[in-house]
C-alpha cells in the first residue's frame, strides 16, 4: 500500500513540474516573440541596384544608321546620341540601356544592352554623343531606349 501512495505522489510531483516547465517555457517564448531579432543603427554605403528608376528619364534620343562593306558582306550599324536627366535626389552610376529596334510596323526586330559607366548626381544631365552598335538588322527604320537598371553611387564618392 505503501508503494501505490509512494507512487502517486512521485508521478503527482513529476505532474506538477511538468505542467511549470511547460507553462515557463510558454511565458518565455511570448517574451521572445516580442522582442527584434536585430537591430541595425549604421550601415556602410555600397553599391545598390535600382531596377527601372523612374527619375532617370531620356530627354534626347537620336539615331544614324550607317552601312559600310559590299555584298552578302554588309555591315548595319547605329550610332546613338542621347540625354540623361537625374530628375531623382540620389546619385547614379553604371546606367544599363536596352536599344530595340523596331521595323516600319513597330514590331521589335532586335535587343541590344549597352552600359555608360558615367555617373550622374542629382539634378544634372549626362550628354553621351557617340554610342556604336554593330550588326543591326537592317530592316529597322526606329528604335526605343530604356533604362534596365542603374547603381546607386556611393554617398562618400565625388560624381561629376
Known amino acids: 500500500m ?19 516547465l ?8 511570448k517574451q521572445k516573440a516580442n522582442q527584434p531579432v536585430e537591430i541595425i543603427q ?5 553599391l545598390t541596384r535600382a531596377l527601372g528608376p523612374k527619375d532617370i528619364e531620356l530627354v534626347r534620343s537620336e539615331m544614324k544608321m550607317e552601312s559600310g562593306g559590299s555584298g552578302d558582306e554588309k555591315v548595319h550599324r547605329t550610332r546613338h546620341r542621347l540625354e540623361i536627366r537625374n530628375t531623382g535626389k540620389v546619385a547614379y552610376e553604371s546606367i544599363e540601356l536596352s536599344f530595340d529596334y523596331l521595323d516600319s510596323r513597330n514590331q ?15 539634378g544634372s544631365t549626362l550628354n553621351i554623343e557617340d554610342i556604336e552598335i554593330d550588326s543591326i538588322p537592317p530592316a529597322a527604320v526606329d528604335f526605343k531606349v530604356t533604362v534596365l537598371f542603374a547603381d546607386i553611387a556611393n554617398l562618400n564618392s565625388q560624381v561629376e
Open 42 to 46: 549604421k550601415s556602410k554605403p555600397s
Open 22 to 29: 511547460i507553462i515557463q517555457g510558454h511565458k518565455l517564448e
Open 2 to 20: 505503501t508503494r501505490k501512495w509512494l507512487f502517486g505522489a512521485l508521478t503527482v510531483v513529476l505532474l506538477a513540474v511538468l505542467v511549470t
Open 108 to 122: 521589335v526586330l532586335d535587343t541590344r544592352t549597352y552600359s555608360v559607366n558615367q555617373a550622374v548626381s542629382p
